[in-house]
Each structure stands twice: as structure tokens, then as C-alpha cells.
């Protein structure tokens, strides 16, 4: 059965090339089957609970389906057809329901309490007794102590939620996917960079059409914003991507009004089952975060910090605007381009200048080498299956011992979900002997190699691509270098979502460094590494405009955490807009349009796993910041902050102990202190 259904056999890596669509539905069946026997046998069991007979064999049933339904998501992730969404959606009922009767299950439950109380419990490893603690407070978390009516009430909400947020994403997708802007001429793109143009006749002729399209995937939109001076196109994109899922948008069936509203009453209800005022406190049971009085209040004074920074930003804009830019009122589709010109000026370089020294080949080469340098482990080119052609895979060694394996899919195409992200696609754990080693999928949507007359062109990435490569990898690093064996708290697995983005952030600051920079960069024509001049001149720009750009994070996390918290969506006199407005006035200095639904297609929140969360990427970054000051003191006295020391002790407090102690215990254990916010604001330009 496992070599016609691939899904089943979980052997060795997943063979990507032999999965069909209508193979789904009988492998996911097989596995819940297998799942819901190993539940029943467990549940009934009459002996004591111990490690070996009762959680070993849950957790490896468990496994089995979710790295199976981890393949079908990631495949409608990246992947998608017709086919391939239609039998994720056909079985994202069963998988969900199973899930909702596992954590519901009573008797499971009870036998966790009695291995917490057992008298062997004291003499688990820190990892063990993490994992049973986690398991006693996700069973509460998932309504094992409801009546039994309202267990079914809250078995019924997930399921929901499910398809809810599953349609969410499509409704995002397809409005991506289905949005062309055509030009006629080149003359209309004045102010393009050359491989923008290219990238844009390439597209149109893809659909066999003349002249030059435009799409909403982030590579294609964006330089369109920022370079096109054309007002009329930076309008039409701008209007485009802030409606698209919207009411506003092109086609009513993909408006995700309605979705959110409804998944917010939803996560209200579940909270008011569990016992808790709304859905932001049932978020916060599991991370760092204490209370959502307490992540707001965080917020708003991060923001009463920002703003002083952040006026001043839109004040220089507007000015610029108004005395080189002929534009006496700047409108949302203008801050881009005239931001870009206002960095041209004043740091005299523009980002598509810096691309030029950022090909593929030698950015993911100076990536490993970082990596190689501070945690002393090898990346070495591998093989396995994969979903796409232009899909890389690699492995990860440490003294000739395989650690771990990593996907990497760069490029945006139609059908991928856009964004970029870390997912799991194996996690680390023992099998008696053996160590089952962890594997990831990296994704991100840059644009691709071009061919230009015949040649192909390596693609080039802006440098905020590349942070976000290296952003991506540090959430890789995170789950592959993890040393511990047990699956539930290895890796990013059981780590307090508001510290999961530590070392993603931490990973960032690199990106800076003079001396890694010159052995990333080298000129698309010349092969010269990036000059210092340029060097000096990004440095400068750095922190341009991080009062708007710490402000805009704020508002998003604001906007977030009022929806789960103050927002009452049953009462139909007030709107998800009115929140959102209300937030924008609070702490926003530069007001998006009224047409602007941004929030139709926050896909962290409505689909991903940040409701009642998104305020982790400024949490974490407090952490981050911190953290990436002790290589900095490091460089003080090597002379690189590229420090193989104080890399070492950074994998073995913080990467290597996965979730298996508390997130503020690894940071302590490094750091050897609490953390402070003081990093955070000078590397944001906004200290005192």
C-alpha cells in the first residue's frame, strides 16, 4: 500500500513525484484509522501510565498523520491545483475533527495527571516533564473538561474555523493569482529598472500576449510602487492589492468580510467555553506574554516611542514630495516612490543599485557560510523528490554527522501562496537507537532568473530579500540544529510563540556586517564585491524611516490584539473597520486610504497561527536585538561579530534546547540576565 499510496510511507523523505491528488483521501482515512486504534488502546489501557507504553506510542500515531497532512498543506501552499485544494479541503474536516477528539479525550487526560503524579515523573529528563505539562494544559485548552454537550459545541467551532481559514487563504490566492495589470509600451515604465521591465514582457508573454504585465505577487507590485513614475500605474496596483479579498475587490466571491467577522465570533465563543473573557486571553495561556493588558500596554509604549521618530519621517517626506517630486499631496501610492527618491538623495544610492551585487548563487553562499562559521556544521548540496524544478535540497552536518535537511523553494509562481516561511516538514526524535533527524521547508516568492536575448541571468535579490532569506533560515536553524530527542518540545515544537521569532530576528542583524557582506556580494557584470562607499551609505540608511516602520508593526499588533480582546462581533453596530480605524487614529501618523482593506488579506492572523499573536515579532525582537548584542560585544574584542564562541553558546542555550524549558530560561542562560528593550532602540535608531 505504501508504494501506491506515498503519503503512507514515511520510510525516509517524502516522495514528492509519486503523490496524486486522488491518493489523499484513502492515505489520510488509513492514517486516522491507525490513529484512532492506538487512541482507543491507550484509553483503555488498565496499567499505570509510564513514558515508554503510553506517550511514545500516542506521540508516534500522532505523528504519522500530522507529517502525512503536512505534505497535503504544504502542497496547496505551493502547489496548487484544483485538484490538490479540493482534497484538502474534502478531508480538513476529518483531520480537524480527530485532532478536536484527541485533545477532548478524558480518559488521555487523566492518565497524563496520573504520569505527572507518578512517582517516576521527578526523575524524566527537563524535556518529559515539559512535555506533560504542556499536554495537562493543551487538554484544558481543547475542552477535555466540558460538559459533554458543550465539548460537541467546541468540536463543531474547530471544524468550522478550520474551513474558514482554509477559504480565507484561497480567497487571498485567488485574488493574487487572478489580477493582471497590462502596459502597452516600454515608454509607460519610465523609471523601471531594467529587469523589472524584462521580468514584466516575460509574464505577458507566458500568457502569449504582447507587451508588459503586472501582477500582485510581491516581486512584480512592489518595484512597481516604488519606481514607476507613471502616477496612474502606482495607483492602479496600490488600489489593486489594498482591495483585493476585500468588498472592494474584483469578484464578490473571493470577499473575506464576512470570514473574518465570523472567525472572530467563533474564537470568541471557544474562549467563553473555556472560561475565559475572549480569545486573546486563551492565546497568551501559551506564550511569555502574561495578559493581553500587558502586550498592549507593551505596544503603546513602544509606540509613544516611535512616534516622535515617525513624524519626523512623514514631515521630511511630505516636504520632499512637495519641493522635488511636483506632488503638493501625497497619496498612499506615493510613499514608496518618493521614499525611494528622498534615500536616493540623501544616501545617494538607490536599492536597485545594491541589487546588482546580491545574485542568488552568492547570497545563499555567504547564508552558509555564516552559518557554517558560527555554529561549526557543514551545508552540503543533497538530493531528494521535490514539488517543482527550481526547488533545492540540502543537508546539514556537524563533525560528519547528519543533523539535519532543508528544502529550499525561492521563487515566486502562480499557484504558490505568496510571503515567505518556515515549515516543519520532519521533526527530530529517537527511535531506539536511531536519531530520526528534522527537515524543513523554506519558502519564499522572490522573482526568478531572467533570461535576457538567450542568456539566463542568475536572479538578484533586493537586500531586504535577503533578510528575509536569512530571517526565514533562522526559524530553520531553530527546528534543524535541535538537540532534543523528544518530538514535542524539539525545535520550534513547544516554544512560547511570542519567543519563536528570536532566532528568525537574531539572524537578520548578519545581513549588516561589512565582513559577511563581502563574502556574500558580488556585481552582476563585473564580479566586484559590494564597494565600501555603498557599504558606508546603507549603513546610514539603515534606520530610514523606522519611526513609520515600528509605528506600521505596532498598528498591525494593536489592530490584532483589540479584534481578540475589545471586538464584540455579534454586535452588529460595530465593524472589524471601526477597530481598525480607531487603532489607525490611536498610533498610525500616516493614514492609509478609506479604501484600504488590508486586513482582508492579514493572512498571519485569519489564517495563520498569530490571532491574538501578531505582537510576537516586536516581543521576540526585544529578545533578538538583545541577543545579537552579545556578538556584538563579542566583535568589540575579535575584531567579528561572526564570533564561533559566542555562536556556540547561542546553539547550545537557545537553538539546541528546542521548547523543552521556558524561552525566558534559554535567553537567561545565554545572556546570563533578563532582557532589555535598550538594543532594540538603538538598533532602531530611537534610543534616547
Known sequence: MKEAYPLLDQSDLT????????????????LLNQARAVVARLSSASEAPDWEHFVQPLEEATEKLGRAWSVVGHLNAVADTPDMRAAYNDNQAAVTEFWTELGQNLALFERYKALQASPDFSSYSQARKTIVEHAIRDFRLSGAELADDKKQRYADIQEQQAALTTRFSENVLDATNDFGLWVDTEQELSGLPQDVIHAAKAAAEKDGKPGYKFTLHFPSYYPLLQYAENRSLREQIYRANATKASELGANPDWDNSAIMRELLALRREEAQLLGYAHFAEVSLVSKMADSPAQVIS?????????????????????????????????????????SEKLREQRYAFSEQEVKQYFPEHKVVAGLFRVIQTLFSVSILPDHAPSWHPDVKFFRIEKDGQLLGQFYLDLYARSGKRGGAWMDDARGRRRIGEHIQTPVAYLVCNFSEPLSIHGVTRPALFTHDEVITLFHEFGHGLHHMLTQVDDLSVSGISGVEWDAVELPSQFMENFCWEWDVLQEMTAHIDTGETLPRALYDKMIAAKNFQSGLQTLRQVEFALMDMRLHSEFDPTDNSTSIQDVVDAVRQQVAVLMPPAFNRMQHSFSHIFAGGYAAGYYSYKWAEVLSADAYAAFEESAAQEGSSLSAATGERFRREILEVGGSRPALASFQAFRGRAPAIDALLRHSGMAA
Open 15 to 30: 516522495r514528492f513525484q509519486d503523490i496524486r491528488a486522488e491518493q489523499v483521501t484513502p492515505s489520510i482515512a488509513e
Open 298 to 338: 507593551f505596544l503603546e509604549d513602544l509606540a509613544q516611542r516611535a512616534r516622535p521618530y515617525a513624524e519626523q519621517d512623514l514631515q521630511e517626506l511630505r516636504q520632499f514630495a512637495s519641493e522635488q517630486c511636483g506632488l503638493n499631496e501625497l497619496q498612499a501610492w506615493d510613499v514608496a516612490f518618493v
